[in-house]
């Protein structure tokens, strides 16, 4: 899932001597917003059934996605075609192994001598991502493991050695000083990635815990429960693994902070007070006396094949040498109706503006003169699954990664005008953002830090999966600082979104939209990529980044 436009701004922006301007040869890209208005229409609307990976949808998308990269001018830059000897396809195959909790769904708590029928999708979701028929839990016992975390190097351990075999380990979102002052034990407000849900389940099972609920609330999540409900309601999606359980517990769910006061109180404990513990380096867990919880449902599992589209130009000098742009092109498909009972998750600007923005530099770059360095347009799947897509080609390139300059990646961009602003996922700790913040400010337009870096952004779109082996990375979003209205009105845009359509039937189309922002952040990332292009820089991570020896480490091949 995406960051969408923080809701508050900081107040001083920051400016950095300049990295890289934008190059005295490079002509104006056209950038048309009439064009990204109607990708935007025609991939979001009801006939693409909101673009569900390995649905009819995904075959329709991936049809218009590589007829246009065609019509670009753009070659094919995906897997080997074995028709064709030398030669490659549009689409790389992504396999994915495919779950779905099907009914009747039977969920229950028993504390304080009570027992509670759950509904699915009301105050608790659940799912299952390890291959098997049925899931059948009885009556496990539950333990609070504060925000479920090890790790060693921070000298932190929530478990204490704790025997979760058997039982449900309930946790916090986020991390421990999210509430607390621990002098930066985890980066003070910055979520770590050990504040991320999936880092717990991995955790969890990890300990050999039989499932774990993660307690929702809506500021350590970032999010509302909407969205925790839609993005786990319908068929749940991972790379094919050699052996699940190592990375998922049987159970993996959400419930909500109602039901956890509840719980905890019938097992006669304060949940407040527990919280406050949580935050302690000396926090032992906390068996829910009495409570158990039960469930019982089926599981429909299967391998699927669902695919990223890729189309390149070549570079003219060191064709080995790649910069990307990526987007997702997958949503919700179809799922939980809303209040009007519309069932068709659009995604129009989660992620519909960020596949019109690649398509769109795919045009510009194929117009335009050659670069020394092959420029990649890859737009991905599975991303609202996991960033599955993303990271399923980063483990498995078909363009070294040792000799990827870059990704430079778009998730949902704003619809309300230009803006004086722009701003990242997150701080990285890359070089790669002080060329961003130049090339920006060639353009008269100032750098924002993430204004809510305990969200996590960084760890919540496809750059990340490029992160992850060494690849400089960012996530570019649009700026709040409205030309028309200013932070107000960039604000009031971003709050509206988030509340009332980002991962829900709501969030389509509008013939309405001011896409000249949009014009003008493609342009500036058109600039950054060429630059990168037809230079011969390595960007790279700054000391103090958890990536920077993954990147070091094959930094002979880029001699």
């Known amino acids: 899932m995406s960051k969408l436009f923080a809701a508050a701004s900081l107040a001083a922006l920051l400016i950095v001597p300049s990295v890289c301007a934008v190059p005295a040869w490079a002509a104006e890209p056209d950038i048309s917003a009439a064009r990204l208005s109607e990708h935007v229409r025609v991939i979001s609307s009801d006939a693409y059934e909101g673009r569900g990976p390995a649905t009819p949808a995904e075959v329709k998308t991936v049809d218009y996605l590589v007829g246009q990269m065609k019509a670009e001018g753009l070659q094919p830059g995906g897997d080997p075609d074995p028709k064709a000897p030398g030669g490659r396809r549009w689409t790389q195959d992504v396999p994915l192994a495919r779950f779905e909790v099907t009914g009747p769904i039977a969920l229950s708590l028993t504390a304080g001598g009570q027992t509670r029928t759950l509904t699915q999708t009301q105050e608790i979701v659940v799912q299952t991502l390890v291959p098997t028929a049925h899931v059948a839990i009885k009556d496990a016992p539950l333990v609070f493991v504060g925000y479920g975390v090890k790790a060693p190097e921070r000298n932190w351990d929530d478990f204490k050695g704790v025997d979760l075999h058997g039982k449900i380990a309930v946790v916090l979102i986020n991390d421990p000083d999210f509430e607390a002052d621990l002098g930066g034990r985890f980066d003070g407000r910055s979520m770590t990635y050990y504040g991320r849900w999936t880092y717990k389940y991995e955790e969890a099972a990890r300990q050999g815990a039989v499932g774990m609920l993660i307690v929702h609330e809506d500021k350590p999540a970032a999010y509302g429960w909407n969205t925790v409900k839609n993005s786990n309601a319908n068929a749940q999606f991972d790379i094919v693994r050699d052996d699940p359980s190592k990375a998922h517990p049987l159970l993996q769910g959400w419930i909500q902070r109602d039901l956890a006061v509840d719980l905890f109180a019938k097992s006669g404990l304060d949940f407040e007070a527990l919280k406050k513990a949580a935050q302690r380096e000396d926090f032992h867990p906390v068996e829910l006396k009495g409570a158990r919880f039960s469930a019982d449902y089926a599981v429909n599992s299967s391998q699927i094949v669902s695919h990223n589209v890729l189309g390149i130009l070549p570079?003219?000098?060191?064709?080995?040498?790649?910069?990307?742009?990526?987007?997702?092109?997958?949503?919700?498909?179809?799922?939980?109706?809303?209040?009007?009972?519309?069932?068709?998750?659009?995604?129009?600007?989660?992620?519909?503006?960020?596949v019109a923005a690649v398509l769109e530099l795919g045009r510009a770059y194929a117009a335009a003169p050659r670069t020394d360095r092959s420029v990649l347009f890859l737009l991905v799947t599975a991303e609202e699954k996991g960033l599955l897509g993303s990271a399923y080609y980063a483990t498995h390139p078909l363009y070294p990664a040792a000799k990827t300059v870059a990704d430079l990646n778009m998730d949902a961009l704003s619809t309300d005008g230009a803006a004086r602003d722009f701003s990242v996922s997150g701080d990285g700790k890359v070089s790669l953002l002080d060329d961003l913040i130049a090339v920006g400010k060639a353009h008269g337009r100032a750098f924002v830090p993430d204004p809510t870096p305990e969200a996590g952004h960084f760890y919540r779109s496809d750059h990340f999966s490029f992160a992850k082996v060494g690849v400089p990375a960012i996530s570019?979003?649009?700026?709040?600082?409205?030309?028309?209205?200013?932070?107000?009105?960039?604000?009031?845009?971003?709050?509206?979104?988030?509340?009332?359509?980002?991962?829900?039937?709501?969030?389509?189309?509008?013939?309405?939209?001011?896409?000249?922002?949009?014009?003008?952040d493609i342009t500036l990332l058109y600039d950054l990529g060429r630059d990168l292009a037809t230079s011969d820089r390595w960007p790279d991570w700054k000391p103090g980044s958890e990536f920077k020896a993954l990147r070091d480490a094959t930094s002979a091949e880029r001699k």
């Open 476 to 520: 570019f979003h649009s700026g709040e600082d409205l030309v028309n209205g200013g932070v107000t009105a960039g604000r009031a845009w971003a709050t509206e979104y988030t509340a009332h359509r980002y991962h829900q039937p709501a969030d389509e189309w509008s013939a309405d939209w001011d896409l000249s922002g949009q014009v003008q």
């Open 315 to 354: 570079g003219t000098k060191r064709p080995d040498e790649t910069v990307i742009y990526t987007a997702h092109w997958d949503h919700l498909g179809v799922g939980t109706p809303d209040a009007k009972g519309d069932r068709i998750y659009n995604g129009a600007v989660d992620n519909g503006t960020g």
